[in-house]
């Protein structure tokens, strides 16, 4: 039988979430496109019209339709990490350079690729 292991990483660099309860989007959902991140090229600022904001991938915004609408699910939660920190790798976007962790309080969220050192399989 085999055993899965659980594959972490070590934070490199420090990573701030956004002052913003996360937005969840899931096909066909209204997006409200607020302007570019500053320094990730592709993502923007987006809103639900409620509470929700985040950062999120242009490409999952249809802008086809008239009115802009969620091409797929996501979830716009970031992790705040600090160098040092230790994270289980849950999923990883490769498209987007990013990875949904999760880190030792169980709270999930994404980290930047270039914030991650993967630990080596024993």
């Not at 659980?6 to 937005?23: F, K």
Request: proline letters at 7%; hydrophobic letters at 35%.
């Amino acid at each position: 039988m085999s055993t899965l292991k659980a594959i972490n990483a070590q934070v490199t660099g420090a990573q701030e979430s956004p002052d913003a309860i996360p937005l969840t989007l899931r096909p066909g959902d209204v997006v409200h496109v607020r302007h570019a991140h500053p320094d990730r090229e592709g993502y923007v600022w987006a809103e639900d019209g409620q509470l929700s904001a985040g950062w999120i991938p242009l490409d999952l915004v249809d802008m086809n339709s008239g009115t802009p609408k969620a091409s797929r699910e996501y979830c716009s939660a970031e992790l705040t990490v600090e160098p040092g920190d230790s994270v289980r790798l849950i999923w990883e976007d490769p498209a987007h350079g990013a990875c949904w962790c999760e880190d030792r309080h169980s709270e999930r969220g994404w980290i930047r690729n270039e914030n991650l050192r993967f630990e080596p399989q024993g």
